[in-house]
């Protein structure tokens, strides 16, 4: 049987956390989107069993945990990890992460986004 691909999404998570430069932004943490969509490649369709596949719990509360650890000054870092930290398991290979700022403007909101794979 051929590999079996999927695209494992973890969409519209909201964290409150430090993020940016300006001194408004360091005054106090803002409220942030994050989205993720990991390419995940198994050997064979999976069993029907978590252990079979990637399981997004490890993302989200990952997530949560480096949003909580310290003030990012830009959002392209803090994607980077976020990418990072989903690449941990082999089965990913690729990741797409977005971060949005809801608050920054009261027109539009602004974000980042970054995509990983493996070579």
Known sequence: MAEAVYTILLEGLKVTMGLGIHPHERAAPQRVVVSVEMECVYP???EDRIAA?????FLREGIR???ASRHFELQEVF???VAALAMRDARVTGVRVRSTK?????????GCE???RRV
């Open 44 to 46: 064979e369709v999976p």
């Open 65 to 67: 945990a480096l949003a």
């Open 114 to 116: 970054v995509v990983r």
């Open 79 to 81: 994607c980077e990890e």
């Open 53 to 57: 596949v990637v399981d997004y719990d």
């Open 102 to 110: 809801t608050d920054q403007y009261p027109d539009a909101r602004v």
